[in-house]
């Protein structure tokens, strides 16, 4: 049987994170992506499956808030990059102290970027843009998620991530975008940590924010 891809995405918590399930039907393999409060919805589009692995893209609160509620009802694997492991237990570190505190749990992989990660048919490689973020990665899609990339806090539709929080930077963020994301095809599709999909064709010509350079080069 050809491996087939579902990928469904769900918008949950105080700030609606986006989490995503990708599901390949012909091994019953799940990998999930990011873990937002409340995650009923993901765990039930889950239910008899196997899932392989949580790939977080960052640890702020809305990403990782549902985390330990995951880890327990899935026992599944959890990957970070290593400069927010120490985020995920810390709610000062997550930006969750001032509302209703995050203590994950720790991860069980820590990522440096550039790894390939392979679950059933599915395979991702891990690239590592930092801006939103100090250990914001990225996750595009192989195998039978080829054609995709888990963008996280980079890159929405029509904007881009933040970087007024502890450990942001623009210029960071745009070179990351830059470098790891617009040189991904067109027809890419991404989906962000927010708001709806896009594709990387539809924000090279249309989101206001690539028109900024890095430092020293202003707008096009």
Known sequence: MEPTLRVLAF?????QANGYVLLDDAGKVAVLVDA???????????????????????AHFDHIGGLQAIKEATGAPVWIHRNEASWLGDPQ?????????????????????????????MEFEVRFTPGHSP????????????GLVLAGDTLFAGG???????GGDLETLLQ?????????????????????????????????????????????
């Open 36 to 58: 937002p409060h409340d995650p009923d919805p993901m765990l039930e589009a889950v239910r008899g499956y196997r899932v392989a692995a949580v790939l977080l893209t960052h």
């Open 11 to 15: 918008p949950l918590g105080p700030v």
């Open 135 to 146: 250990g914001h990665v990225v996750y595009v899609g192989r195998g039978a998620a080829e």
């Open 93 to 121: 570190l997550n930006l969750s102290v001032w509302l209703e505190p995050v203590v994950a749990p720790p991860a069980d992989h820590l990522l440096e970027g550039g790894e390939r990660l392979a679950f059933g048919s």
């Open 160 to 166: 881009i991530g933040r970087t007024d929080l502890p």
């Open 176 to 220: 990351s975008i830059h470098r790891e994301l617009m040189v991904l095809p067109d027809a890419t599709r991404v989906l962000p940590g927010h708001g709806p999909e896009t594709r990387i064709g539809t924000e090279r010509v249309a989101n206001p924010f690539l028109r900024l350079r890095s430092a020293g080069r202003g707008l096009d």
